[in-house]
């Protein structure tokens, strides 16, 4: 079996979704939905609207922008974004819906003035979820699955059906759930770790297994959509991909429930840097992930660890003299990545106790100044024991060290 189509602009032209895949993943950003759930990132309709935005220029496929039927506010802010992100040449805009009439219906009116407008329908598959959440048996959930995705596809949208819980349901069960989704018109079918509890091997191979057993799959794109709860999220979501996925739900910086979502940052950068290995590519602006990162952490007031990998403020930092160093004469000797393909702008030596001589002197002449090799050695005895007293120093710090030189003797270039 071919693993499954790739969407995207093809669709937006009429063609059919079963094309040839050409090992384009497409992105799914959830981070106004899913991620907005996370505890203290609310965010304002304007602050939605200028990430959506900001998305757009990223080029995601989709943006989640919401679940309309929670609140009459997340009602208006998927409107909104629907009205005015949702163009033709723009992405694919999508609002979250529960498998009834109510949820459907208000979904759709949310979305319904994008020019490419999905409904995503999510409904638990695992038997846990069913007798403890649902209080709804094996059929009924069938039956369910069946009418929603009906009724959404009647009303003209997109339509993407989430297996709830699929990492923990039954395949069998699972398979027959999604079966009925596809027979009945949804065009994507998510097969979500909702806790964070597969494994990259299990979840990889819960992939493989809705390709070999879902009826007609060849018609439709399998999608990933994983949690971070073992931190395993972006690894899960590889795995799937490899095994056939063509579409990966994300968030910006991780964001989302518990331990947050698989981050798109790491996952595209992980495909564009590893692409001999994984033969897949995405459509993402690589060079807007820092600012999108940035405007992200703004608007939720939500911090971005430093050493959170692609866009966490020591992602291409490099302290430690024999790094920097290395970095100095060949980039490539400790960084697998540039910094400007995702954004970030020159090299990232941070001045501190590890450092060495010719990170000195290479901030030194960014700085202006131009020293002999005797005014370095004077010049990095002060700033090692400055460095002692102090974990990282700044311009400022340089700058200070140059004033209290010896004799003066400091030439100045732009003197």
């Not at 997340?74 to 909104?80: R, S």
């Not at 992930?289 to 660890?305: F, H, K, M, N, Q």
Request: glycine share 10%; proline share 3%; net charge negative.
């Amino acid at each position: 079996m071919t693993p499954a189509p790739v969407g995207g602009q093809g669709e937006k032209n009429g063609q059919s979704r079963a094309a040839a895949d050409d090992g384009r993943v497409r992105i799914f950003d959830t981070t106004l939905r899913d991620g907005e759930q996370a505890p203290g990132c609310t965010m304002s309709l304007d602050e939605k609207l200028a990430v959506a935005h900001q998305l757009a220029r990223l080029r995601v496929d989709i943006i989640e922008a919401g679940f309309p039927a929670a609140s009459d506010g997340d009602w208006t802010a998927v409107h909104e974004i629907a009205r005015e992100v949702g163009g033709v040449y723009g992405p694919d805009i999508c609002g979250l819906a529960r498998a009834n009439e109510r949820d459907i219906e208000r979904c759709w009116t949310a979305v319904e003035p994008a020019a490419n407008a999905r409904i995503h329908i999510f409904l638990a598959t695992s038997d846990l979820h069913m007798k403890h959440k649902l209080g709804m048996t094996r059929s009924q959930v069938v039956a369910a699955a069946a009418a929603s995705v009906s009724q959404a596809c009647a009303l003209g949208a997109q339509v993407e059906f989430s297996a709830e819980d699929a990492a923990r349901s039954d395949p069998a069960f699972l398979y027959e759930v999604l079966t009925a989704a596809l027979q009945c018109g949804a065009t994507t079918l998510n097969v979500p770790d909702t806790v964070g509890y597969s494994t990259p091997d299990e979840y990889g191979a819960l992939v493989a297994g809705v390709r070999a057993n879902v009826s007609g799959i060849e018609s439709a794109t399998i999608s990933a959509h994983c949690h971070d709860d073992l931190g395993l999220a972006v690894a899960n979501s590889l795995a799937a991909a490899r095994a056939g996925a063509r579409q990966a739900e994300c968030t910006i910086n991780g964001i989302g429930e518990r331990a947050g979502n698989a981050a798109l940052e790491e996952f595209v950068m992980a495909l564009h840097t590893r692409g001999q290995f994984f033969g897949l590519h995405t459509n993402i602006e690589t060079r807007e992930l820092a600012r999108t990162s940035r405007l992200v952490s703004e608007c939720t007031g939500i911090d971005v660890p430093p050493n959170k990998a692609i866009v966490g403020a020591n992602a291409f930092a490099h302290e430690a003299g024999i790094h920097q160093d290395g970095v100095l004469k060949n980039r490539l000797t400790y960084e697998i990545m540039s910094a400007d393909t995702v954004g970030w702008n020159g090299i990232g030596l941070v001045l501190g106790k590890h450092s060495g001589r010719h990170a000195l002197r290479a901030k030194t002449e960014s700085l202006g100044y131009e020293l002999t090799d005797e005014e370095l050695s004077h010049l990095f005895t002060r700033f090692k024991e400055l460095a002692d007293r102090k974990k990282l120093l700044d311009e400022g710090d340089i700058h200070g060290l140059m004033l209290q030189r010896d004799n003066g003797a400091v030439r100045e270039l732009n003197s």
